[in-house]
């Protein structure tokens, strides 16, 4: 079992940087497939980007491609997402996410993994 700790969020004017953590404990790390997914009021939750084992694949929402950046330290056992030119519509709780036996071709579906952590905030103002 792996447990995982969002930080990073908080209040940033569109166009502004913030850049998100997952620090995970528990098993191996890097035999975990990583994820960020987000929610806004109303909304279901949704891909935002992910991340093979090794760090070598990284995959995103059209809708923050160019923008956002996934990246991950498996010797500090912690995945980043890096948000550039944030937007209103980028307004939503964020989640990391976690699993040892997703696929390429699932790695996008947010029922296909085990663990999650509790969300952090992230809120762009115009």
């Known amino acids: 079992q792996v447990q995982l700790v969002e930080a990073g969020g908080g209040l940033v004017q569109a166009g502004g940087s913030l850049r998100l953590s997952c620090a995970a404990s528990g098993r191996t790390f890097s035999s975990y497939a990583m994820g960020w997914f987000r929610q806004a009021p109303g909304k279901e939750r949704e891909f935002v980007a992910a991340i093979s084992r090794s760090g070598g694949s990284t995959y995103y929402a059209d809708s923050v491609k160019g923008r956002f950046t996934i990246s991950r330290d498996n010797a500090k056992n912690t995945a980043y997402l890096q948000m550039n030119s944030l937007k209103p519509e980028d307004t939503a709780v964020y989640y990391c996410?976690?699993?040892?036996?997703?696929?390429?071709?699932?790695?996008?579906?947010?029922?296909?993994?085990?663990?999650w952590g509790q969300g952090t905030q992230v809120t762009v103002s115009s």
């Open positions: 996410a976690a699993d040892s036996k997703i696929t390429i071709a699932t790695i996008t579906r947010r029922y296909e993994y085990d663990y």
